[in-house]
């Protein structure tokens, strides 16, 4: 089985700034790793997946994740963050056998001030 | 760009009282998925559903739950008796293929059991 935690449950920051959140996975086999994002009254959107190959995965609306077999990590990160990021995030992982069974990290709630 | 839309965006409902939940999914989609977050908690996988039956479910997902795709378009989760501990959010989703195909949510139905 997998899980996933992700440590910081709020992330205030302010407009034009870099925003990094952090997310860590815990897995016996190989993972599939995935950011979504819930913005106020929607439904969960994919950011971006790492499924194989580049570490390095970009996504929609200038996020970015790094993958860290070493540190088993999967941190999301955007350089300059707008007023409209301001949403949760959710880190998960799955197994590639089970790849729709998704266990879903707590979130992160980002808000974004000018 | 298609969408997965639930309805109703909120329900309110007695305890042992009956509920469904209705899905839409994407049109050209063969697998269909429930997830739920009660408030305050992770997003769970509650079942998936593929060619007419369940492929998978979960623990949770006990003898008062069950899914069915009445026609070619609406996707529902019953549950018969409901309890308080129902209250949670619900999401659907559906996805094209099995493999490495990502996972549509819709924007879930809040479910307040009082």
């Known amino acids: 089985a997998q899980s996933v935690t992700q440590l910081d449950s709020q992330v205030p920051v302010f407009e034009e700034a870099p925003v990094e959140l952090r997310c860590n996975y815990s897995s016996s086999v190989s993972v599939y790793l995935f950011w979504y994002v819930q913005y106020p009254n929607q439904g969960l959107q994919l950011l971006l997946k790492?499924?194989?190959?580049?570490?390095l995965v970009k996504g929609i609306n200038g996020f970015e994740a790094e993958f860290n077999k070493s540190q088993t990590s999967f941190h999301l990160r955007k350089p300059s963050v707008h007023i409209s990021d301001t949403a949760e995030y959710f880190c998960?992982?799955?197994?590639?056998?089970?790849?729709?069974?998704?266990?879903f990290g707590a979130g992160t709630t980002v808000t974004v001030r000018a | 760009e298609p969408e997965v839309t639930q309805t109703p965006s909120h329900q309110v409902t007695q305890m042992g009282q009956e509920v469904i939940l209705r899905c839409v999914p994407i049109s050209n989609h063969l697998y269909f998925y429930w997830y739920r977050q009660i408030l305050g908690q992770k997003v769970e996988f509650l079942v998936s559903f593929y060619n007419n039956e369940i492929s998978e479910k979960s623990e949770i997902f006990d003898d008062q739950f069950s899914v069915e795709r009445p026609d070619g378009s609406n996707f529902t989760l019953k549950i018969r008796s409901t309890k308080l501990e129902d209250s949670a959010m619900y999401f659907c989703?559906?996805?094209?293929?099995?493999?490495?195909?990502?996972?549509?949510f819709g924007n879930g139905t809040r479910l307040t059991v009082t």
């Open positions: 790492y499924l194989s190959g580049s570490t």
């Open positions: 998960a992982v799955s197994d590639p056998i089970n790849d729709y069974k998704l266990s």
């Open positions: 989703a559906s996805s094209r293929n099995r493999d490495n195909s990502p996972l549509h």
